[in-house]
């Protein structure tokens, strides 16, 4: 993090207080957790979470904090990434880090999970090892248009790893694990590089065990040493009111078995196009042809709507390309509880292939029309 201000980062200023800067904090860990962010922002808050974490860590430390303010970034160089986040006081975050993952129980855990994605296996947050936090999965999810609008249940089946059954998730017939000496469990090694006289600290994969922390002598015959089983799963998933295309609904625990706990599934929902009806936000549009007849003495004309038919009123002397209002007739949306409005543009219908007496009865429309005061005008 050299050359950034950590100021900055939690959007504080120097003089801020030690209160101001657990609410700045706070609200900033709420926002970019990695395990509230969808898939593909996982990595982007995995890195601003990392950062905001660091910036809280040495401003909440007043002996870290008055270094800071003395050398900036670049005097913390030859300070122990360890020691910053130890000495942190992170107590007050229980509600944040539970809310999100599991919980952290101590300011050691807050350390491992943020900075080296520590605990059993490795890489959680920067380090992906095969003992992680279980993986997200996606699913996209097609629907048509009246299961959009009024929401629906849908069943889909998918596979996922879940904990193996023989081996209860330590991937050891046995159950006997040895940890690994030269990380001492971790799963990452810190490695120290001098630059003149500040000496940088950095973490990497555990080269001996890659990153798993310990050796697996006796696997599981069943997933031979992973801790995981592929399996088919088959759920219900509430859609509701009011969904459109690219709309996330989330089904915890339904992800990828990890040794921190299971994964999520985020099923993406893509509605089809209908070939009558057009959405705009929760209001339907459709075009009706409608009998000149009707639009010239008004009266009622049944239409589709997305629940059946409908009686919609025609006015007289309905101009083509009139927008005509139903109300209620909408989308249902169940999050905004709003329901919208469908409406129709009216397309008149002129007909073809008139017989003699048609073509009489209108010539004749057409004198009176002439000889009266709502002669047509065309300018």
């Not at 090892?129 to 629906?152: M, R």
């Not at 790893?161 to 000496?181: E, F, H, P, Q």
Request: proline residues 3%; aromatic residues 10%; glycine residues 12%.
């Amino acid at each position: 993090m050299s050359g950034k201000d950590y100021y900055e980062i939690l959007g504080v200023s120097k003089n801020t207080t030690k209160d101001d800067l657990k609410q700045a904090y706070r609200k900033l860990a709420m926002q970019y957790h990695p395990d509230k962010a969808p898939p593909d922002k996982k990595k982007e808050s995995e890195e601003k979470f990392k950062e905001i974490s660091e910036a809280y860590a040495v401003l909440s430390n007043d002996e870290k904090r008055s270094q800071y303010d003395k050398f900036g970034s670049a005097g913390m160089g030859n300070v122990n990434q360890e020691d910053i986040f130890r000495n942190a006081d992170f107590s007050d975050f229980q509600d944040v880090f539970s809310g999100y993952g599991g919980g952290f129980g101590s300011v050691d855990e807050i350390f491992k999970h943020v900075v080296f994605g520590g605990g059993r296996g490795g890489g959680r947050y920067g380090y992906e090892t095969q003992g992680d936090a279980g993986e997200n999965l996606e699913y996209t999810l097609s629907i048509n248009l009246k299961d959009a609008a009024f929401g629906t249940e849908k069943e889909i089946r998918f596979f996922h790893n879940v904990k193996c059954r023989a081996c209860n998730g330590s991937g050891s017939r046995d159950g006997r694990l040895i940890t690994c000496d030269k990380c001492h469990g971790r799963g990452v090694v810190q490695i120290h590089r001098r630059a003149g006289f500040i000496t940088f600290t950095s973490a990497q994969t555990c080269p001996k065990c890659h990153g798993q922390g310990n050796f697996n002598q006796n696997p599981c015959n069943v997933c031979h040493g992973t801790g995981r089983a592929k399996e088919e799963a088959n759920v219900k998933v509430r859609v509701p009111g009011g969904v459109n295309s690219e709309d996330n609904l989330k089904m915890t625990g339904q992800g990828n078995y990890g040794m921190d706990g299971q994964g999520d599934l985020y099923i993406k929902i893509s509605v089809m196009e209908d070939n009558f009806f057009k959405r705009k936000g929760d209001d339907i549009y459709c075009n009706v042809r409608i009998p000149f007849t009707l639009a010239i003495l008004g009266g009622k004309i049944d239409v589709p709507t997305l629940n059946g038919t409908a009686a919609l009123n025609i006015s007289e002397g309905t101009q083509p390309g009139t927008t005509l209002r139903m109300k209620g007739l909408g989308i249902h949306n169940e999050m905004r509880k709003h329901t919208g409005d469908q409406f129709v543009v009216a397309e008149i219908e002129i007909p073809k292939d008139l017989n003699e007496r048609q073509k009489k009865l209108l010539i004749d429309f057409d004198e009176e029309m002439k000889k009266s005061k709502s002669r047509f005008k065309f300018w």
